[in-house]
Nanobody, 118 residues
Framework: QVQLVESGGGLVQAGGSLRLSCTISGNVFSIGDMGWYRQSPGKEREMVAS???????NYAASVKGRFTIDRDNIKNTAYLQMNNLKPEDTAVYYCFMHLIGSYSPDFWGQGTQVTVSS
């Protein structure tokens, strides 16, 4: 059974940094895009960042220049380095993974809370 296990959320002051990790466990051989969405109360779900299996990346305009996504294909793990965090980054962050050839997420992590205090 495929699972995405997230870690790294927490509470940080504005201007601080956090690093999220997302590790795929189980037998899966066609790992495509990985990345994170986030959602906070009263707001629509937002795609934060994604990375293809060969390394090309995509970011939401709201995080570009502050967040960096990376992945280790040997460890089946993606990372999201979040710098210069702002209170508006407060949300639950959900890791996702596409199977190769899929156009939408096939698997999700359990979510991790990121809270940025002003």
């Amino acid at each position: 059974q495929v699972q995405l296990v997230e870690s790294g959320g927490g509470l940080v002051q504005a201007g601080g940094s956090l690093r999220l990790s997302c590790t795929i466990s189980g037998n899966v051989f066609s790992i495509g895009d990985m990345g994170w969405y986030r959602q906070s109360p009263g707001k629509e779900r937002e795609m934060v960042a994604s990375i293809r299996s060969r390394g090309s990346t995509n970011y939401a305009a709201s995080v570009k220049g502050r967040f960096t996504i990376d992945r280790d294909n040997i460890k089946n793990t993606a990372y999201l380095q979040m710098n210069n965090l702002k209170p508006e980054d407060t949300a639950v962050y959900y890791c996702f993974m596409h199977l190769i050839g899929s156009y939408s997420p096939d698997f999700w992590g359990q979510g991790t809370q990121v809270t940025v205090s002003s």
